[in-house]
Each structure stands twice: as C-alpha cells, then as structure tokens.
C-alpha cells in the first residue's frame, strides 16, 4: 500500500507557472506508475499526465502536452509536475494517484486502473 501526499498548488496569474510534487509514502513508488488527473468546479476528474515506473514513458491530454512536464525521482519517492503556461481553464484540484503496473515502461490514462489516490492539491490560474 501507498500514500500519496501532493503539494506545491496555489494561485498563479496566467501565462505563469507551478511545480506540484506528489510525495509518496509506504510502499516505494517504483512499484507504481503515477498519474496526475484534474477535477474542475461541476466537472468530472479528468487525466492531466502519466509516468511510466521507470520514467522513461509519459502521457499527457492534449490540452496540455507542450506546457506540462511530468517526472519522476525514485530514490525520493516523489513525482513532479511542471506546469508552465498555465491558462485559467487550467483551474482545477489536482489529484496524484498510483497504479499498480507489472511493466516498467507502460503508461495508461484510466482512471479505474489507479489504485491509491492523494488528497488534492488546488491550482487557481487567474486571467
């Protein structure tokens, strides 16, 4: 079992940028690939960025590909992800989740396939 612990949200001004880090307890992290999803106001979560096991494979909703970079550092047990450019529809609590992967290098963007799940983190992108 895992815990998942995100940080680093907050109230940025369009065009700007955030480092969420998802810090990741019990269980070491390699074990897991880690996905990043996004819930708006009166909207259903949504998968933001995904990370292989061994970071060498990432996935991101076209939406943000360009702008957002997610990595990994194993020996932490944390995953990161860059935020730059951010626009207001960027808005959203950002959840860090785990999923359980007997691959290495495999990623996968559903959400029924995450086990383990943080609390969020909210990301405020004003215009």
């Known amino acids: 079992q895992v815990q998942l612990v995100e940080s680093g949200g907050g109230l940025v001004h369009s065009g700007g940028s955030l480092r969420l880090s998802c810090a990741a307890s019990?269980?070491?992290?390699?074990?897991?690939?880690m996905g990043w999803f996004r819930q708006a106001p009166g909207k259903e979560r949504e998968f933001v960025a995904a990370?292989?096991?061994?970071?060498?494979?990432?996935d991101y909703t076209d939406s943000v590909k360009g702008r957002f970079s997610f990595s990994r550092d194993n020996a932490k047990n944390t995953v990161y992800l860059q935020m730059n450019s951010l626009k207001p529809e960027d808005t959203a609590v950002y959840f860090c989740?785990?999923?359980?992967?007997?691959?290495?290098?495999?990623?996968?963007?559903?959400?029924?396939?995450?086990?383990?799940w943080g609390q969020g983190t909210q990301v405020t992108v004003s215009s």
């Open positions: 989740a785990a999923a359980s992967s007997l691959f290495l290098n495999t990623v996968f963007a559903t959400q029924s396939l995450y086990t383990y």
């Open positions: 019990g269980r070491t992290s390699s074990t897991y690939q």
């Open positions: 990370i292989s096991r061994n970071g060498d494979s990432t």
